[in-house]
């Protein structure tokens, strides 16, 4: 497939790399742990001389593979493509590799071009991406997971706990899965009596349980009021996860390993998922993220979404369902300027582009060969 030449500022140069960032602290779950950030960057050049900067990213492997479709088949087909109809080129890409879209591999490559195409055109506009993709506030509430690593102590969770909270954050998130669920309980009724009411507890299953697991769990957890459930189950299970959300008063939350917004729907029609989570690099870019924000905004559920938060800043100030961000710093050593967060809220950027300020140096060193 050949790109068509577009009116506009139409895109004369594309490239991709891989950057490695090592992990700030150890972070596990019930099912792996993060080894390392493979950020896979594309840039994009117009012929008015604009520059976007895009990226996504893995925990440690397949970024090579990401980066092999882009640069034998989605890069040469930006060019000549105009940088101000993101929903154009996205879709010209997802068409020359609709064989192989569905999967992570395909997503990511599409979010590295995407959120590079959104850059530009922000940056061409001088309009901030929180404005651009619709300007619903100015800031965002925020949560912290760091503190909330499988590993971590009952002890050590408490006094993360309570650090995160005289930050002025607004809950914490927890991941579960020990063997015995009482061990699990146990530490979150240590969080729980440590912090008070007044303070949101979230946890995270990582995909680890079975339905009657899940159930049973979410049994034993509800004297701790959880403000949600995540990933209980398998992310293809949506009967599975219908049915916990009947039977819990626990609010469910899915998204971060949905590669589709049709995945999204099947999940809301079947009352699957009361908050939503959807990354905007495991989707395939800012293009469907905001389709999969106002689809769950039609189903009056709110979101809040997975990891990266330097980047769903200024996506979740602009829909008007935006729930909370995710803490999880990751981008501090390949940026010179951090999220600013004034009373436990999140403060988007006015300046033009995705609101990150990339060290390019660093960018560079950080560059596998």
């Known amino acids: 497939m050949t790109s068509t030449p577009s009116a506009g500022d139409p895109i004369v140069a594309a490239r991709a790399w891989i950057s490695d960032i090592a992990v700030e602290t150890v972070r596990t779950d019930a099912i792996q742990a993060f080894l390392k950030q493979e950020t896979i960057f594309v840039e994009i050049t117009t012929a008015t001389g604009v520059q976007g900067l895009g990226y996504s990213y893995t ?46 591999i395909a997503a990511l490559a599409l979010a590295a071009v995407d959120t590079a195409v959104w850059d530009a055109r922000s940056r061409s506009t001088g309009v901030p991406l929180w404005k651009l993709a619709g300007g619903a506030d100015r800031s965002i509430p925020v949560y912290d997971t760091e503190g909330g690593w499988l590993h971590l102590s009952e002890e050590e969770l408490v006094a993360q706990a309570l650090a995160t909270k005289a930050r002025g954050l607004s809950g914490v998130k927890i991941k579960v899965g020990r063997p015995d669920p009482h061990e699990d309980l146990d530490r979150l009724r240590a969080v729980r009596e440590a912090v008070g009411p007044a303070f949101d507890i979230m946890v995270d299953a990582n995909q680890s349980f079975t339905v009657a697991q899940a159930v049973r769990r979410a049994r034993l957890f509800e004297e701790v009021d959880l403000y949600w459930f995540e990933e209980p189950l398998h992310a293809d299970d949506v009967s599975g996860h219908a049915a916990l959300s009947q039977r819990s008063t626990i609010p469910v939350a899915v998204g971060e390993s949905l590669y589709s917004i049709g995945r999204f729907r099947d999940y809301l029609e079947r009352g699957a998922a009361s908050i939503v989570q959807v990354d ?21 559920v709110d979101v809040a979404p997975h990891f990266l938060m330097e980047l769903h800043l200024p996506l979740v100030a602009a829909i008007p369902n935006g729930l909370y961000l995710e803490h999880i710093p990751q981008l501090r050593t390949l940026t010179s ?3 600013r967060i004034v ?15 990339w060290d390019r140096d660093a960018i560079r060193r950080a560059r596998v060969s």
Not at 289 to 299: G, P, S, T
């Open 337 to 339: 300027e951090q999220v």
């Open 280 to 300: 905007v690099a495991r989707i395939g870019g800012i293009t469907p993220w905001l389709k999969v924000a106002h689809l769950a905004e039609a189903f009056g």
């Open 343 to 357: 009373d436990g809220r999140a403060e988007t950027s006015d300046a033009p582009g995705l609101g990150i300020v």
């Open 59 to 104: 925990i440690g492997m397949g970024g090579t593979s990401v980066l092999a479709l882009l640069e034998s088949t989605i890069l040469p087909l930006l060019l000549g493509q105009d940088a101000h109809r993101p929903e154009a080129v996205w879709r010209s890409c997802f068409a020359a590799i609709r064989s192989t879209t569905g999967g992570v």
